[in-house]
């Protein structure tokens, strides 16, 4: 069962690291472009302000996968080099 926590705490964020992290490179396929996702995910948390949600994990997760999909939308409209 998830427990409710604020989404800033440092124990949540390292405690959710890995899956953050994870849901980015099976997104990307790229542990580079990941590990920006990851901290992108973290800086959204640390800006949104002490917030309770009742799943912090799920939470971050969904802001991985949603910046992971900003990400591949504005980079897919971008011209390709040859």
């Known amino acids: 069962m998830s427990e409710r926590g604020d989404i800033t705490d440092p124990e949540n964020l390292l405690k959710h690291g890995a899956s953050v992290r994870a849901i980015a490179t099976a997104i990307f396929g790229d542990t580079s ?6 901290q992108e ?3 959204t948390a640390l800006r949104g302000g002490a917030v309770t949600v009742r799943d ?4 971050l ?3 991985s996968r949603n910046l992971s999909r900003r ?3 504005t980079e897919s ?3 390709r080099r040859s």
């Open 41 to 43: 995910t973290f800086l």
């Open 61 to 63: 997760r969904g802001v």
């Open 33 to 38: 472009a990941a590990d920006d996702i990851a």
């Open 77 to 79: 409209s971008w011209p």
């Open 56 to 59: 912090p994990g799920a939470w």
């Open 71 to 73: 990400w591949i939308r």
